[in-house]
């Protein structure tokens, strides 16, 4: 046994090696983690107040058509149906929460149009797209569609 661990010196200072490794790891590990670190999950547990006191910039669409009934009812046989009122006006919530205060600009239609429905080799076959230049040959797509209800048949009404 005694011929066994005659050489035993580095096997000491690698063992030594270790232990302050751990050490330093455990002390780190202390100093780095938040304290309420794993309360709730393997998260901080503030992380749920730090986001949610976040102010919110989306009111959602139901928010809108609470008071714009009248444009809900436009569009609810439209094509543009299943559109969210914001994906076309932006952000909107400090006007929903305040209408007084917060008067919108109306988007310009043009852009937002050709940003969806320019002809493009990646999207979907079934999804209606145009040339712009050879479609409307200049002209402002809203002077032929109506945002909120784009398809020809609704046109008629005012030319
Ligand atoms: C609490 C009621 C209320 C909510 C909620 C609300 N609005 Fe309004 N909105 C108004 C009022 C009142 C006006 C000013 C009068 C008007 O033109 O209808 C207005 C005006 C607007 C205008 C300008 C209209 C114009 O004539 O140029 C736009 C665009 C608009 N709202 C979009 C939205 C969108 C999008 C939402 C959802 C994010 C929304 N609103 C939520 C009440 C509301
Ligand atoms: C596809 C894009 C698009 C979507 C989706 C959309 N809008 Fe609009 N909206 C427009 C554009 C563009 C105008 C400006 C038209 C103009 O200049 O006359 C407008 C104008 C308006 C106006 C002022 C003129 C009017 O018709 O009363 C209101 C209010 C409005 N939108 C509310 C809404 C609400 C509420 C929703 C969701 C229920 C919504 N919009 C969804 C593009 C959109
Ligand atoms: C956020 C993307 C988006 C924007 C912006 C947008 N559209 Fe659309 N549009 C759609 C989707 C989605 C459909 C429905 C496609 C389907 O279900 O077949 C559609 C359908 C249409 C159709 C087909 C109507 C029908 O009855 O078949 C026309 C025309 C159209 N849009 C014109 C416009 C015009 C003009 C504008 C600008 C005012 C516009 N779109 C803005 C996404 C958009
Ligand atoms: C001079 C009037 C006019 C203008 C301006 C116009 N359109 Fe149209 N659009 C039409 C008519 C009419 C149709 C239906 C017949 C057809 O498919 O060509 C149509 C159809 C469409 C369709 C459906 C195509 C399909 O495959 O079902 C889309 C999408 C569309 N337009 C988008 C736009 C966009 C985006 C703009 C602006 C760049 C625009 N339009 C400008 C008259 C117009």
């Not at 009122?85 to 929903?96: D, P, R, S, T």
């Not at 398809?151 to 005012?158: A, Q």
Request: net charge negative; hydrophobic share 40%.
């Amino acid at each position: 046994m005694r011929e066994l661990f005659k050489d035993k010196e580095h096997l000491v200072r690698m063992a030594g090696l270790f232990g302050v490794g751990l050490l330093v790891f455990v002390v780190l590990r202390g100093v780095l983690i938040p304290a309420d670190f794993g309360d709730l999950g393997h998260y901080r547990a503030s992380a749920l107040d730090d986001n949610s006191s976040v102010e919110l910039r989306f009111a959602g669409r139901a928010a809108c058509e609470l008071c714009h009934d009248d444009v809900a009812a436009e569009r609810a046989k439209s094509a543009h149906r299943s559109i969210a009122c914001e994906a076309c006006h932006g952000a909107l919530a400090v006007h929903a929460d305040n209408p007084e205060a917060v008067f919108p600009e109306r988007p310009e239609a043009t852009p937002l149009c050709v940003a969806c429905h320019e002809a493009n080799v990646t999207k979907p076959a079934w999804f209606p797209t145009v040339i712009p230049d050879e479609h409307s040959e200049g002209e402002a797509c809203d002077e032929c569609h109506m945002p909120h209800a784009p398809g020809f048949e609704e046109v008629g009404s005012d030319g």
